[in-house]
């Protein structure tokens, strides 16, 4: 699920989704402008396979479990590679 596999395509592993949501992060947004935005940024780029929101959310969660995205006052931010790491 993480990386792709022979059941999953190299473009719905959640580490491609978890890219494609950081193209998202230029700035601050809610997790319902990321999705709004994911959903046609993909649309644009033609990517055809399905993505449902449970996906998306797991994608999130790796993402955060990598320390690249966190929640602040209920936006979804992209960590710069250079800071310092958040305290949970």
């Known amino acids: ?3 792709p596999t022979k059941g999953i395509a190299p473009e719905r592993s959640l580490l491609a ?3 494609q949501i950081l193209l998202q992060l ?4 809610t997790l319902n402008q990321t999705w709004a935005r994911l959903k046609a940024w993909r649309e644009e780029k033609d990517h055809n396979s399905p993505l449902s929101f449970s996906w998306f959310v797991l994608a999130l969660d790796v993402l955060y ?3 690249v995205v966190e929640l602040r ?4 931010v992209a960590r710069s590679a250079h800071a310092a790491p958040a305290e949970r």
């Open 65 to 67: 479990g990598m320390g």
């Open 26 to 29: 230029n700035e601050p947004r």
């Open 17 to 19: 989704v978890g890219a």
């Open 1 to 3: 699920m993480i990386t």
């Open 73 to 76: 006052h209920d936006l979804l």
